[in-house]
């Protein structure tokens, strides 16, 4: 199976910014998407960012348009979430994520089911 190696998290203040990765542990081959989710305590786990492994179509949570982007470096199996203006209610557990399913169906990458492979998640905290 694909591993991810999650790396990049940590404590920030407001209004700073903070770049995640997200490093495959081998070949991402038969991968069709990655993406982004993350967890607040008391809070189920919500949809982030997603990415096309190929085609470079990128997907975004409304809480985040406009400040996170999602990207990958095919060459390097590696996908990034850079997080720019962060705020207080930005604080959660981060987790990638991986699918080698079909991309079919309404809002495939909101569906935490649609995922094969997660990372062990990164805490980004950020203070006001």
């Known amino acids: 199976q694909v591993q991810l190696v999650e790396s990049g998290g940590g404590l920030v203040q407001a209004g700073g910014s903070l770049r995640l990765s997200c490093a495959a542990s081998?070949?991402?081959?038969?991968?069709?998407?990655m993406g982004w989710f993350r967890q607040a305590p008391g809070k189920e786990r919500d949809f982030v960012a997603a990415i096309r492994w190929s085609g470079d179509v990128t997907y975004y949570a409304d809480s985040v348009k406009g400040r996170f982007t999602i990207s990958r470096d095919y060459a390097k199996n590696t996908v990034y979430l850079q997080m720019n203006s962060l705020k207080p209610e930005d604080t959660a557990v981060y987790y990638c994520?991986?699918?080698?399913?079909?991309?079919?169906?309404?809002?495939?990458?909101?569906?935490?089911?649609?995922?094969?492979?997660w990372g062990q998640g990164t805490q980004v905290t950020v203070s006001s």
């Open positions: 081998q070949r991402t081959f038969g991968t069709y998407g």
């Open positions: 994520a991986a699918t080698g399913k079909a991309l079919d169906g309404s809002r495939w990458y909101e569906r935490r089911l649609m995922y094969d492979y």
